[in-house]
């Protein structure tokens, strides 16, 4: 186990103490648990918490990184697997926890739903982020699904606070877990336009696609429309599957044969990807099973074109400031080249996503409510 601090000793005297369990690490890239974690926990250590975030050895980046002042950074050890990181990295960080007793454990992900029993022998309030329906992801096999199923019914059992970042998601715990969650969606941060930050990338002329490379985020379907689109415009494509595989394979040798497509693998820079965000013509985002999506919120909140996947959960988030498209081929052609060809649409579009951005996914705001959240798992002690 590998203990980094830059200051704050654990717990202060007088001060409330968290301990963030469940993620790669801060500050990590990897995910939407990772970005909600880059923006809570220096809020919460600049409210006066004591913040321990753990994580997993080599998943962070920047470690001298101003913004580790004030957080306590632990990484613990397991097993690097497909199915068994999860578990093992949620099992060792909340044994540490358990021994530091900090006032209130934020957990996220219900497969540490396995461990939760621990904290309350402990004493240690629980607030737990349950995620998506992860069981209902085509990426897990059939014992994986049912890992995530058990973990599911264990957070209920045995979780304090739990919160849902969608309401359909909040309707989903209610009807089959019989449990109630305060809902909290993920934010967006708006920047200033950065015209050709990507070169050979004409302003509104290009399709961009952002997603972990997995068939519920409607790659393969993606992948197929791609191969047409970039007959006649660029396609930009963000994300790795983060084991290789057929998609990873198909990404490499449609980027190598066809100038018209770059494949740009994981993301880490902020300023680039917002970039590529605010200059696409049109962004589709194929995710299917989830709540809120942070690589949605933040594509509204940089005024993407959106074409999205026909779901409940996009359909939430969106609202009317996007266009809806079925997972097939044809359907993402013809509505991605119908975009790329109205200037008008994009622009009406852009300016729709911005402000419901600014309206409904404020992070300030998620902030605030994670923070009040946590208190009220503390005063219910």
Known sequence: MTDSDSGSGYPHQ?????????????PSFYGGFETLVRKLAPYLASRDWDVTVYGRPGATV???DPRREGIRCITTKGIESKSLSTLTYGATSVIDASKRKPDVALVMNVANGYWLPLLRARAIPSVVNVDGIEWKRDKWSTLGKAVFKIGAKLTARYGGLLIADSKEIATFWKKYFDRDSTYIAYGGDRFEKQLGAVANLPTRGYVLFVARLVPENTVAEFLDAAERIAQR???????SSG???PFESRLRSLSNSNSSVQWLGHLADDGKLNSLWQNCGVYFHGHSVGGTNPALVQAMACGAPILARDTVFNREVLSDAGLFVNPNCESIVNAVEMLLSDETLQESLSDCAQKRATA???WDAVCAQYEATLIRAIGSR
Do not use: K, L
């Open 14 to 26: 007088g001060r409330r103490s968290v301990a963030i369990i469940g993620t790669r690490g801060y």
């Open 62 to 64: 920047n470690d001298d």
């Open 233 to 239: 415009y660029p396609v930009v494509i963000v994300g």
């Open 243 to 245: 084991s290789g595989g």
């Open 360 to 362: 409904a996914y404020s």
